[in-house]
């Protein structure tokens, strides 16, 4: 597995629409973790809700070190009771993911609250969910500041959904990468990267930002591209170029952007194999 894809797709079978249950997750999630494309696998991602509820009680083999991202679907006063029912199954908290506002509300209250329970969670990395509306550029300030402090903070956004206007356009998401550029600050995504290409989803119509699309225009940014140039790489259609680009990193280390979540491995897998970024093709 090349450098630039390592850690790149979180495990996120149990959300929708895959909506796997805990576990089947769980023995996939092994299988992923063994196998030949393992390095492009990152954690395993549960709510919040379903680990205090002790559904992950028994699953897992205390001695097998197994490592999880938390998503706080129960808010962030409830995370900490969560993670405190990892401990006695063996598991890891790799990351804790949790939206600090909904659309349209100023993120700065649940982002300083979120910051405040970093600094009690011991280096367990934590990544803001912040949209893409109102007070968006304040809240990076905030996450930069509390970044250059020392605390292991990094955004989140939202990539697509049930509802049209959860997906950015491409100069939107050109503008946020850009900030997160300009502030050194490293970001996730979620939801709607199904495919490497951008497309249309014909059952939706909804268009979709594609991985590799968000990859190259990600390489560009860190080299310096501005906002169109990189907003032109998020709208292309051509696999070409971006496939170009990605190629010639493969060896080094994916900048600014920590990955996102898929409820399948393998789509994103095949597409890799399928484009030549990847050499693969075993069972998976």
């Known amino acids: 597995m090349p450098r630039l894809f390592a850690g790149l797709v979180d495990d996120a079978a149990v959300f929708p ?4 249950a805990l576990s089947d997750a769980v023995i996939a999630h092994r299988r992923h973790r063994t196998a030949w494309y393992a390095d492009l696998v990152g954690p395993l991602l549960l709510p919040a809700s379903a ?3 002790g559904e992950l009680s028994g699953l897992v083999d205390p001695a097998e070190g197994f490592a999880v ?56 990395g934590v990544h803001a969910e912040i949209p893409l509306t109102f007070g968006l550029m304040g809240a990076l ?18 990539t697509g959904g049930l509802a049209a206007e959860l997906f950015p356009t491409p100069a939107e998401l050109a503008a946020v990468i850009c900030a997160c550029r300009d502030r050194q600050l490293p970001f996730k995504l979620t939801a709607g990267l199904h495919q490497a290409i951008r497309h249309r989803d014909p059952e939706t119509g909804f268009t979709h930002h594609g991985f590799v ?17 990189v907003a032109e790489l998020l709208s292309a259609t051509d696999p070409v ?16 952007w920590i990955g996102y979540g898929s409820c399948s491995i393998s789509e994103p897998l095949t597409d890799l194999i399928r484009l030549g970024l990847v050499n693969g093709g075993f069972e998976t």
């Open 51 to 53: 680990v205090a509820a």
């Open 141 to 158: 300030d905030a996450l930069a500041d509390a970044r250059a402090a020392g605390l292991p903070v990094a955004a989140k956004f939202r």
């Open 17 to 20: 629409p895959g909506s796997a």
């Open 241 to 256: 170029p971006l496939v170009e680009r990605a190629h010639a990193h493969r060896d080094a280390e994916r900048p600014l």
């Open 213 to 229: 699309n968000v990859l190259a225009a990600t390489l560009a940014a860190a080299e310096g591209a501005e906002v169109p140039a």
């Open 69 to 124: 991202g938390l998503i706080g679907d129960t808010g962030t006063g409830r995370l900490p009771f969560a993670l405190s029912f990892l401990a006695p199954d063996g598991v890891t908290a790799r990351l804790v993911e949790a939206p600090v506002a909904r659309r349209g509300e100023d993120p700065g209250p649940g982002l300083a609250e979120l910051v405040e329970l970093t600094e009690r969670l011991g280096g367990v």
